[in-house]
């Protein structure tokens, strides 16, 4: 299966696609991820990007499909994907239907003021880049990452200026797309409110394995 993840910044995106990818065997593709890897390592990419990223604001179409493009051109995806903000744009959706055609559009269901608590308490482990919550999925131990020992940070774009940005930018670029995949028969809602088990629960009742 071909799965795009929609839905607003914080709604959970990542944290459902990271198991999701796990238990279902597909590659799970983040242009968030491969945009904060390249800032990490001060690719020129990453330069080009940072400080875009940071205010809450898209990184061009160009460069984004290009990105998508190179990735869904490995041989790891034939048999599906997961693709993780993207999407984000119209003309980022039409460019995709012209690379390859997809299952799904799974849209997380969430209100803002629930974004902006779980994006407020976020913090990612610098080395694995994997989320942690303050209150609703803390570390062990504090400030250090469960998985590999590295340590947590909080990133420049989940300020509270730059996460008012994103909800903008999303309503204004990314929420189109939710009328977009309806009318090609192609969206899914999910409830993305509750605790993550339960929402994956609803993902696995909606999309058995095969
Ligand atoms: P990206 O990394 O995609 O960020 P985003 O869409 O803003 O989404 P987030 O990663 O912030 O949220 P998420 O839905 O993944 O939530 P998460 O699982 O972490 O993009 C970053 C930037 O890159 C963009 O702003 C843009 O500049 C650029 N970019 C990326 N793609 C682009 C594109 N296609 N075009 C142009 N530019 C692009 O969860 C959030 C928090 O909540 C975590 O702390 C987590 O622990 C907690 N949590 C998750 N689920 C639950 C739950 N069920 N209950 C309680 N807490 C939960
Ligand atoms: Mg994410």
Redo the contacts with the bound molecule.
Sequence with gaps: MKYIFL?P???????LAAKVADEYKLPHI????I?RSAIKNETPLGLQVKA??DS????SDEL?VALVRERLSEDDVRAGFIL??????IA?ADALAGITAIDAAVN?DISDDAVIE??S??RVCRTCGR???VS??PPAREGVCDDCGGALYVRD?DKIEAIKN?LVVYREQTAPLIAYYRERGLLVDID?R???DA?LEEFRAKFPKA
Excluded: C, E, W, Y
Excluded at 56 to 59: I, R, S
């Design positions: 839905g910044p914080g709604a959970g995106k990542g944290t983040s242009t968030g991820a945009f875009i990223i809450g604001a898209l990184v984004t993780d903000g993207f999407p984000r744009t980022q997380f779980r994006l308490g976020r989320n942690f919550h609703f999925m774009d994103r993305a509750p605790a993550t929402v």
